[in-house]
């Protein structure tokens, strides 16, 4: 009994420091998510102002220009994957690793061949481990995401989108993040970037059923959507970086708080364990001594006759 009961203590020690554990990195993510939250907020206005400027321009331009043209026979198509530097976040990563393959398979299906690129320790992992090309990578950014870090994301696919196809450029690029709804509820989704479809841009900016003004390019409209659409793909990735950071620090939250209650209730049933095994050996010592007593007064009886 003694033994069992130096295991139930010593379980318990390891359980109440993993909990200490859990209970601090649950309220480090709580701290970051409401900073992230606070950035993504300030990044609105500007993405969507931009978002009004690109429609103006494109819509008013008299020729079309190529990152607002669809090719009439698309053959390559680039994805850019959001996920994580770290773990312990639940499905945070997995759901968005399984919504660009998803997406990758889509896009097969039409016939386009398909570029990766993964922003992320955990995305690039695994399809290393899968052994998946990947055409380029970055990490060491994800926890707090600057606009820096999403012009350096930008720039390869922006020239990849401006090639042609023969010479290794693609004609679409699409982007999975993971969306931050609320603290309990974040979605992985896809968008396609380029080329943009105003319709769907206008929608996003609020400006589908608004009267547009007339304007006058200097020097010329496509000089404009030339200077304007990198800036857009600049705010759009580093928003949804913003967004990948709140939903990874929101998840990580909750599984640490599940993580912290599951400790918790594991130390409550191994403390009743404990208390068990330790009755049992008090009413086993007790028996002894009571049976150790009765033996000897039998023996002093014995003794007297």
Do not use: C
Not at 82 to 100: P, V
Not at 130 to 154: C, I, M, Q
Request: aromatic share 4%; hydrophobic share 40%; net charge neutral.
């Amino acid at each position: 009994m003694g033994a069992q009961l130096r295991v139930y203590k010593r379980r318990i020690r390891s359980v109440t420091a993993t909990k200490k554990i859990t209970k601090a990195m649950e309220m480090i993510a709580a701290s970051r998510v409401v900073k992230a939250q606070r950035k993504v907020a300030a990044s609105t206005p500007y993405a969507t102002e931009l978002t009004r400027a690109v429609t103006a321009v494109a819509t008013g331009a008299s020729d079309k220009h190529p990152l607002t043209t669809e090719a009439e026979n698309p053959t390559r198509a680039a994805v850019l994957l959001l996920t994580s530097d770290r773990g312990l976040a639940g499905a945070f990563n997995s759901n968005a690793i399984k919504a660009a393959e998803q997406l990758t398979e889509k896009l097969r299906a039409e016939g386009k061949e398909v570029d990766s690129f993964i922003v992320g320790r955990r995305g690039l992992a695994h399809y290393n481990f899968r052994e998946r090309k990947v055409v380029e990578s970055w990490t060491g950014f994800t926890d707090e995401p600057a606009y820096g870090d999403a012009k350096l994301v930008a720039g390869p696919l922006i020239e990849a989108i401006e090639k042609e196809t023969a010479e290794g450029g693609v004609d679409e690029l699409h982007l999975v993040y993971t969306e931050f709804v609320s603290m309990m509820t974040q979605n992985a989704v896809e968008a396609r970037l380029l080329p943009l479809s105003l319709e769907e841009v206008a929608k996003e900016a609020g400006t589908k059923d608004e009267i547009r003004p007339l304007y006058d390019f200097e020097p010329s409209a496509e000089d404009v959507l030339d200077a304007l659409l990198p800036r857009y793909v600049e705010s759009r990735i580093y928003n949804a970086l913003l967004q990948s950071a709140a939903s990874k620090h929101a998840a990580t939250r909750r599984a640490m708080k599940s993580a912290t209650d599951n400790a918790g209730d594991l130390i409550n049933n191994l403390s009743r364990l404990a208390n068990a095994a330790r009755q049992a050996e008090i009413t086993q010592e007790i028996s002894e001594i009571v049976g150790g007593s009765a033996a000897l007064a039998d023996a002093n009886a014995g003794s007297d006759k």
